[in-house]
C-alpha cells in the first residue's frame, strides 16, 4: 500500500463507526487483540477510530511506526493515556517522563546498562535461577508465571540496586500485581483519573505497600552507597552530600526537582519503582509464554533441548555460551514475535504530522501494536506458527525495520533490552537444562491487552526432570 508519498489527504484514513461519545472503546475493550488485528486487517496500513479520549490513529505498517518512534520522534509524546494508566505507580520515571528530565535521567541510569556491566550480572542470573529450580520436584504441577515473577523481581533488585529483597518479594510483588490487574478495569480506562474507582483505591494501596520497601531501599543506599548500583549512583549524581535536594520548582511534566537540576527524593523513588516493575514484568511474561509454546511445540523443544546438551555438556550456561546458543536466542525471538510481552505502544503528537498522505493533529492517540504488525503475513510466513528457525540472518536482512519491535525503537527504545534477553536466554537454558514442562491439558492461553499481555489465568505447568 506504500509508494510515492501521496498529497496531503485533509480528511481521515478509514476506520470502524462507533457509538456517541465513547466511539469504538467497548469493541477495543471487549476484544482488544481481536479488535487491533481486524482493524489492520479491513482498513489498511493507517486507520482512524474514535474513542472516549478523541481520535485515534493505528499504524499497520512498518514505515509508519518508524516514522513516529524513530525518524520524527521529537514531534511526539507518551501522551495522556499512557500517563494517567502508568502515573498512579511509576509517577515520573523515566517511562513517563519526557524532555529535560527524561534526557538527564536516561543518561544518568544508562551505565547500568552497558554491555560490560550487564556480563557481570550472568553469574548471578544463573546462580538464582537454580536456587528457584532447587524447589521444583519431579510431577508436581506449579504456577511456573509465578515462579518467573519472582525470580527476575529478586534478580533486577539485586542486579540494579544491589539490594537483597526476599523478606520483602511478596510485598513488592503483590503490590505490583495489583496495580497491573487494576489497570485492566474497564472503569480505570475509561473515566476521569479524578474519579476514585475500586480499582484506583487498590492502585493506592498497592503503591503505599510498594513505598515503604522503595523508601527503605534509598535509605539504605544513601547510608551504604556502592560503585555501581542504580540509587548510588542517581544519589550521586542528584543529591548534595547528605542526599537532600532543596525544591526549586516543578519540572516540565511536574515533577520536583531540586537546585540545578538535582533529583528530589520522590523523582529517584519514580525511577526505582519504573525499573523494578519494567525489569521484571515482561522477561518473566516472555519466559512464561516461552514454556508454555515450547510445551505446545514438542519438535522446537527437542531441538533447543539438543542444542543445550552440545554446548554446556551438563554444565551451568554462562554468558560465554550465549554465541553458541543460536537456536536458544531464536526461541526467545520468535516467542517475543508471536506474544509480545508488550503487546502495544502509544504516542500522541505535539504538533501536527503527515503520515500516509493523511495529517494528524496535535492532541490525538496514536497507536502501534506488535501483536498486529509482528502477526502480519506480509513479513512473516505462516505467522500463527511458532517457527524458532525462521530467525536466520538472512530472514533478519529481509524484514523491514520495525516489523519486529518488542522493546519500541528510537530514543525511548527499552532502555534494558540488553539486559532483558541476557537473562531470557540464561534463564531458558538453565530451566531446559534440567527440565521438561508439560502445560497441563485444557489450559488455554488467554491475555489481558493492558500495559502488558498477561495471562488472565494461571498456566498450571507439570514438571519433568530430564
Not at 528457584?132 to 529478586?154: A, F, I, Q, S
Not at 530467525?391 to 532483558?420: Q, V
Request: with cysteine.
Amino acid at each position: 500500500m506504500l509508494g510515492d508519498t501521496p498529497a496531503v489527504d485533509e480528511g481521515r484514513p478509514p476506520g470502524p463507526d462507533g457509538l456517541p461519545i465513547i466511539g469504538t472503546q467497548l469493541a477495543f475493550l471487549r476484544d482488544p487483540y481481536d479488535f487491533m488485528t481486524g482493524v489492520a486487517r479491513k482498513y489498511g496500513d493507517i486507520a482512524h477510530w474514535r474513542d472516549s479520549g478523541g481520535d485515534v490513529y493505528q499504524l499497520n505498517h512498518p514505515a509508519y511506526i518508524e516514522q513516529v518512534l524513530v525518524g520524527n520522534n521529537e514531534s511526539y509524546v507518551k501522551g495522556a493515556t499512557f500517563q494517567n494508566i502508568l502515573g498512579p505507580i511509576t509517577g515520573n520515571g523515566i517511562l513517563n517522563s519526557e524532555g529535560e528530565v527524561w534526557r538527564r535521567n536516561r543518561h544518568r541510569i544508562q551505565p547500568a546498562f552497558h554491555p560490560d556491566r550487564i556480563r557481570e550480572y550472568a553469574e548471578m542470573i544463573t546462580e538464582f535461577t537454580e536456587d528457584v529450580l532447587e524447589d521444583w520436584r519431579d510431577g508436581e504441577t506449579r504456577n511456573v508465571h509465578e515462579d518467573m515473577m519472582e525470580l527476575t523481581l529478586k534478580i533486577v533488585a539485586r542486579a540494579l540496586f544491589g539490594a537483597e529483597v526476599d523478606a520483602h518479594v511478596d510485598t513488592v510483588g503483590s503490590a505490583l500485581e495489583e496495580f497491573m490487574l487494576a489497570t485492566e478495569n474497564l472503569a480505570h480506562l475509561v473515566l476521569p483519573p479524578s474519579v476514585p474507582t475500586p480499582g484506583r483505591l487498590r492502585i493506592r494501596r498497592a503503591r503505599k505497600n510498594l513505598d515503604e520497601v522503595v523508601y527503605r531501599l534509598i535509605e539504605e543506599r544513601r547510608r551504604n552507597p556502592t560503585e555501581h548500583d542504580v540509587i548510588s549512583t542517581l544519589l550521586d549524581a542528584g543529591h548534595g552530600g547528605d542526599g537532600r535536594s532543596e525544591t526549586a520548582g516543578r519540572g516540565p511534566t511536574g515533577t520536583e526537582r531540586g537546585v540545578d537540576g538535582t533529583m528530589s527524593t520522590e523523582q529517584l523513588r519514580d525511577e526505582v519503582v519504573t525499573l523494578l516493575l519494567a525489569g521484571h514484568e515482561t522477561t518473566a511474561l516472555a519466559l512464561t509464554l516461552t514454556f508454555y509454546l515450547l510445551s505446545k511445540n514438542p519438535a522446537a523443544e527437542e531441538t533447543l533441548v539438543t542444542e543445550l546438551e552440545d554446548v554446556l555438556d551438563g554444565e551451568t550456561p554462562t554468558v560465554d555460551d550465549l554465541s553458541e546458543l543460536s537456536y536458544t536466542e531464536r526461541v526467545v525471538e520468535e516467542s517475543m514475535r508471536l506474544y509480545p510481552p508488550v503487546p502495544g505502544v502509544v504516542r500522541e503528537p505535539v504538533k501536527p504530522d503527515v503520515i500516509g498522505g493523511y495529517e494528524i493533529p496535535p492532541g490525538s492517540t496514536i497507536r502501534m501494536h506488535q501483536w498486529v504488525v509482528h502477526r502480519d503475513p506480509r513479513w512473516y510466513d505462516d505467522p500463527l506458527a511458532f517457527r524458532p528457525e525462521r530467525w536466520s540472518d538472512e530472514m533478519k536482512a529481509d524484514l523491514p525495520k520495525l516489523a519486529y519491535f518488542p522493546f519500541a525503537a528510537g530514543p525511548r527504545r527499552c532502555i534494558g533490552d540488553r539486559f532483558a534477553m541476557l537473562e531470557a536466554r540464561l534463564i531458558l537454558a538453565a530451566v531446559y537444562r534440567e527440565y521438561h514442562l508439560e502445560a497441563v491439558p485444557g489450559t488455554d492461553l488467554d491475555l489481558m491487552a493492558t500495559i502488558t499481555a498477561r495471562p488472565k489465568h494461571e498456566i498450571p505447568m507439570t514438571i519433568r526432570e530430564r
